[in-house]
C-alpha cells in the first residue's frame, strides 16, 4: 500500500479559518506535516532520509448541495485530483506514479466470485457465511425480510448466472490444467 493523502481530510482540518497546520502518519510510522492554506498545501516530510518541502495548489470545486471540495492540481500533469501518491520522493496522481487499483490486478476467477459475493450480499447473507464456501456452492438464501419479492428474485437470477460463469471458469482452468 502506497502513501496517500488525501484534499477532502485535509480541507476538514482548514474548515473557516484561512490556515491549518496537521500531522498526518501511515502505519508504517512515516508522518508528513502540513500546513493547509486556501490555495495551496505545503507538505515537509522525510524521504529514505532526505527532508523534502512540496508545495501543492489546491483547486476549489462546489458541491451539489452547498459547500465546495478541495482538490490537488498534480505537480506532473497538472490533472486535479482528490489523492495523491508518495512515489519516487514526491506526491503525484495514481496515473504519473504508475500505480492501478487491486481490481485492476484481478484475474477472471476473482471477478467471476466477487460478483457471486456481491449478489450473496445483497440478499443479506453475512460474510461469515460466505467463507464457508456456500458462496459458490448451489444455495440460495432465503428472502431477507422487507425485501420486495420482485428485488428478491432479481438477485437470485443475478445469482445464479454469476454462480454459471464461475463454474465455467472453473471448468475451463480444470481443462487446461488436465490438458
Known sequence: MHRSIDSFALSCFLGNSQQADAVISWPDGAAVRVLIERERVVLGYE????????KLPLEWRPRGYGGENAY????????????LYLC????QCRKCSGLNYPTQQA???????????RELKALAVPPERMEDG???????P???RGMHYSTYYRHCRKLQQARREW??????A?????G
Open 72 to 83: 490537488f492540481m498534480c505537480p506532473c500533469c497538472g490533472g486535479r485530483y482528490r489523492k
Open 174 to 178: 480444470a481443462r487446461a490444467l488436465l
Open 47 to 54: 524521504y529514505r532520509g532526505k527532508s523534502r518541502l512540496e
Open 88 to 91: 519516487g520522493g514526491r506526491f
Open 107 to 117: 484475474g477472471k476467477l476473482d471477478v467471476a466470485r466477487r460478483k457471486v459475493r
Open 134 to 140: 456456500s458462496d459458490v456452492d448451489g444455495w440460495i
Open 142 to 144: 432465503e428472502k431477507p
Open 167 to 172: 463454474y465455467a471458469l472453473i471448468i475451463r
